[in-house]
Each structure stands twice: as structure tokens, then as C-alpha cells.
């Protein structure tokens, strides 16, 4: 006999009773406790397997969003961005009208890859530079003549603006960002 | 046609739990009910909380009933070590059991159950240090010495149970042995060695 057998072991007996009745319900096959349990059960592993298919559907839906700034465009350098949501590039600002008639107010920046192409083959980026962008003053090359890297993707920066980025259509979800609808 | 024969084995009486047969349950509950409350209340600190983990313990059984394992025909090895996960992990368990439980009514407040040991070894101060070392050990250490030493099970079961192989569980009960020896500063060759040594 080992000391702890001195330990009083009185397992109250009308508790014992009725766990005991709980239990036989519990494991007696169609008695309501058991198909109340398996359904508890079920939902143990249904309710996670649910979690998961909403969180996943959550993310596709904010995986994909809407350009809602068009007057401003992240051109990428390189398919980088830190926590901060810093990129190697520039970021060009929409253009003042200046056509008759204008108000000299923002023009929306409909085509952002277009703009971004000019800026590549201005040389207003350089992939191989740190900040993205060649020493020296930029737009120093009128003759459009640097290389533009294919392909240019957009994707869509947590403010609503558009950023195009050097890569396929995977490099928005390699940074975190959306992808732009359409 | 199914029997309820008090004197079946844990086996049969097993096949029958899964078959849906809950009177086995119930037999299988008088049989072991008193052995895993024992043990349980050296884990926890009350008498009702033993109570709700032995509960918890053989509704877990039933849950898990394709992972409950037998060892040499008997099901008490597999009810003490979920009764030590039980203990150590009772906020999950009750989240997950605790409606089920709360159907059995707690009896009106009674003194703790350490008071009534506490009181029944004032005489013998030394079984007080002991108790109180053991509850300082760790987690794996009072499950080695709770299987081996208090419930005399052997290293081979004891290495089934716990997937080990029986050289390891006496290493880990030596070890143990010797932590509880050194807390109580005496030999550990001293303490009781159970049925396996």
C-alpha cells in the first residue's frame, strides 16, 4: 500500500450516480446525450474546417481590389517593399492639365503602365540601383530608348493607388498586395 | 445479444463501449471511477475539480474512442495518463466538457480536500514534505512517478502507454527520483521503487 491510498478517495456518491447515468447516455447508441455529443463533436471539427474556408475566401476577396487613386502611380524598380511599405522606384504624381480648356487641376492617370514604361525608358529607374532610381538628374534620356522590363504588373498599394511592379501576375501577392480587379 | 457481466475484461467491455452499448461504459466506470479520482486528486487542488476531471476523463475515452489504447487487456493505464493531460490541460477540457458537466450539480461547499489531508498527515510532518515535493516536480516527473511508483504499473507498460521504450522509463524514473530526493534532501535510492525495480 502506497501513502497515497491513505488519501480519503470518497467520489461523492449522488455525483457519481449521475455522471455515471450522463456517461451511460453519453455512450448508448440513438439515446439523445449521444447524437447531442456526436453533433458537439462534429462541430469541432467542422467549425475550424469552416474558419479556415471563410479566412481563405477572406483573403481572395482582399487579394483582389479596385484602383481608387488614380492620381498617383508607385513605379517599382524591383519587385521589393519593406514593412514600411518603402519600394526601390518613384513615385509619379498625376499631371497637371495643360491642354485648352484645362483648369489646370489633376488629370486621373488612367493608363498606369503606360506611364510607368515612359519613366523605364527615360531611365527614371534602375533596377540595379539601391533606391531604384540612376544617380544623377533623371529623365535625362528624351530618346525613350532604355530597356522596359516585361512584364509590368499592377497591383493596387493599401491607399488605393496603383503601383507597377517588374514580374508576373504573382508579384502582387509576393508583396502583400492586391491585385488590381479587371 | 449483449451482456453485462460485471466480471468481463476491460477488452470486452471496450468492444461493447464502441458498439454503442453504454451500460459496458457504466460498468467500465464503477471499475475504474475510484483509481482515476485517486490519482486525479493528486493533480489537482479540490475534491470537485478530481471529480470533474474523472468525468472528464471517461467522457475523453469515449471521444477518442478509436485512440484508446489497451494494455495488457486493461484500460486503467490509458484513463490514468489522460487524467494527468486532463489536469494539466483543464481549461481546454472544460471548454470542451463543461456543459456536459455542469448537468451534474457540485454539492454544497465542503473543506477542501487538503484540509483532510493536511489534517490526517499533521502527525507525520515528513508526509507533508513529500506531497509538497511531489507537487513541485514537473509535469513529467510526477507522471513518471505517479504510473511507476504510486500506481505500481510496470516499465513495460508504463512504455507502451507513454511510447517509450522500458529502458527510458526507468531512466526518466531514476531522474525523477533523484529531483524528489533532492528537494526532500535524502537518498533517492531510499524512496519507494514500485513493483518494476
Known amino acids: 500500500m502506497s501513502e497515497y491510498d491513505e488519501i480519503p478517495s470518497v467520489f461523492t456518491e449522488s455525483r457519481s450516480a449521475s455522471f455515471r447515468a450522463l456517461l451511460v447516455d453519453v455512450a448508448e447508441s440513438g439515446s439523445p446525450q449521444n447524437r447531442r455529443f456526436r453533433l458537439v463533436q462534429r462541430a469541432w471539427t467542422v467549425v475550424p474546417a469552416a474558419i479556415v474556408v471563410v479566412g481563405l475566401s477572406a483573403g ?10 488614380q492620381n498617383s502611380v508607385a513605379c517599382f524598380a524591383r519587385a521589393e517593399m519593406d514593412w514600411r511599405g518603402v519600394f526601390p522606384g518613384t513615385i509619379a504624381t498625376s499631371l497637371k492639365g495643360t491642354t485648352d480648356g484645362s483648369d489646370g487641376g489633376t488629370v486621373p492617370i488612367a493608363d498606369a503602365v503606360a506611364l510607368c514604361s515612359d519613366l523605364w525608358a527615360q531611365h527614371a529607374l534602375d533596377a540595379s540601383s539601391p533606391n531604384g532610381t540612376p544617380p544623377g538628374p533623371g529623365y535625362n534620356d528624351r530618346t525613350f530608348s ?7 504588373t499592377v497591383c493596387v498599394m493599401k491607399n488605393g493607388t496603383a503601383a507597377v511592379i517588374p514580374g508576373g501576375s504573382d508579384v502582387c501577392g509576393q508583396l502583400g498586395l492586391a491585385s488590381r480587379i479587371g | 445479444m449483449i451482456t453485462f457481466d460485471a466480471g468481463a475484461s476491460d477488452a470486452h467491455l471496450w468492444s461493447q463501449v464502441r458498439a454503442g452499448n453504454g451500460q459496458s461504459f457504466g460498468l467500465l466506470f464503477d471499475r475504474h471511477r475510484d483509481r482515476v479520482f485517486r490519482y486525479s486528486l493528486r493533480l489537482v487542488r479540490s475534491h ?4 470533474d476531471v474523472t468525468a472528464m476523463v471517461f467522457l475523453e475515452a469515449w471521444r477518442r474512442q478509436t485512440r484508446v489504447r489497451l494494455v495488457n487487456d486493461s484500460v486503467i493505464p490509458w484513463l490514468l495518463v489522460t487524467a494527468q493531460n486532463m489536469a494539466r490541460n483543464r481549461l481546454r ?40 515535493a511531489f507537487r513541485g516536480l514537473n509535469s513529467r516527473d510526477q507522471e513518471i512517478l505517479s504510473l511507476c511508483v504510486l500506481e505500481e504499473l510496470s516499465a513495460p507498460v508504463v512504455g507502451e ?26 537518498d533517492s535510492s531510499k524512496l519507494p521503487s514500485g513493483e518494476m525495480l
Open chain 1, 60 to 69: 481572395a476577396f482582399f487579394a483582389t481590389q479596385d484602383v481608387t487613386d
Open chain 1, 146 to 152: 532604355h530597356a522596359v522590363p516585361s512584364p509590368l
Open chain 2, 48 to 51: 470537485v475539480e478530481a471529480e
Open chain 2, 93 to 132: 477540457a472544460a471548454l470542451r466538457y463543461q456543459r456536459l458537466i455542469n448537468k451534474v450539480p457540485r454539492p454544497e461547499p465542503t473543506p477542501d480536500h487538503s484540509d483532510v489531508v493536511l489534517e490526517r498527515l499533521a502527525a507525520a510532518s515528513s508526509h507533508r514534505t513529500v506531497t509538497d
Open chain 2, 161 to 186: 502507454l507513454l511510447g517509450i521504450a522500458p529502458g527510458a522509463v526507468r531512466v526518466r524514473l531514476m531522474r525523477a527520483k533523484r529531483r524528489l530526493g533532492e528537494t526532500l534532501d535524502v
